[in-house]
């Protein structure tokens, strides 16, 4: 079990928004540490999405936009797109385990 | 451009060790950068395991410290996993990684990954 969850997956038609929630604890995001998040199509490795809490990589769309507050974060993407299907990961750094953590992962589906 | 290739076995015995390599191309492994190793088991999501630097400071997940060694080779431009007494709970894709920080930081450049399988 994650101690970052996400829910298993969130769907929304072409244009829509749709929001991703990683919700930590005082361990992790509630400390203070950085959420970053990551894209992950069939088949292929993690790309960066989002790091330190709220940036964009060079070449990542800005229809993705990163949030934190309190012990959560969430990754929102503005005007769905059909090539955004794909698996979404939350990560940050947990002082309990003494390790960097990944959420348990959200799949976006486009209807 | 910054990439990065592993490499090793696909397939490894139970109580046996898996090995696996990640070469470095485009970038110097002795810039100011960690490098990492992480893990997907078969529909499952991710997991650090392993970070190193290339003066040798390393940081490993707690739950695999006794099994665990990663390490770095310069002049080849590449860094390396041993995990140990592997059972089918290690059959996972492994992932190499370039990150700013030991354990506290993002991974930013991630090799394609490779698949290795425990069983007899």
């Known amino acids: 079990q994650s101690v970052l969850t996400q829910p298993s997956s969130v769907s929304g038609a072409p244009g829509q928004r749709v929001t991703i929630s990683c919700n930590g604890s005082?361990?992790?995001?509630?400390?203070?540490?950085?959420v970053h998040w990551y894209q992950q199509l069939p088949g292929t490795a993690p790309k960066l999405l989002i790091y330190?809490?709220?940036n964009r990589p060079s070449g990542v769309p800005a229809r993705f936009s990163g949030s934190k507050s309190g012990t959560s974060a969430a990754l929102a993407i503005t005007g769905l797109q059909v090539e955004d299907e794909a698996d979404y990961y939350c990560?940050?750094?947990?002082?309990?385990?003494?390790?960097?953590?990944f959420g348990s992962g959200t799949m976006v589906t486009v209807l | 451009q910054v990439q990065l290739q592993e490499s090793g076995p696909g397939l490894v015995t139970p109580s046996e060790t898996l090995s696996l390599t990640c070469t470095v191309s485009?970038?110097?492994?002795?810039?100011?950068?960690?490098w990492a190793w992480i893990r997907q088991s078969p529909g499952k999501g991710l997991e650090w395991i392993a970070s190193?630097?290339?003066?040798?400071?390393?940081a490993y997940h707690p739950s695999l410290t006794s099994r665990i060694s990663i390490s770095v080779d310069t002049s080849k431009n590449l860094f390396s996993l041993n995990l140990t007494s592997v059972t089918a709970a290690d059959t996972a894709v492994y992932f190499c990684?370039?990150?700013?920080?030991?354990?506290?930081?993002?991974?930013?450049?991630w090799g394609q990954g490779t698949l290795v399988t425990v069983s007899s």
């Open positions: 990684a370039r990150t700013l920080g030991l354990v506290i930081n993002y991974f930013d450049y």
């Open positions: 190193v630097y290339h003066s040798g400071r390393r």
């Open positions: 485009g970038y110097s492994i002795k810039n100011d950068n960690y």
């Open positions: 990560q940050s750094y947990d002082s309990g385990l003494s390790a960097s953590v």
């Open positions: 005082s361990s992790n995001i509630g400390a203070g540490y950085d």
């Open positions: 330190v809490n709220k």
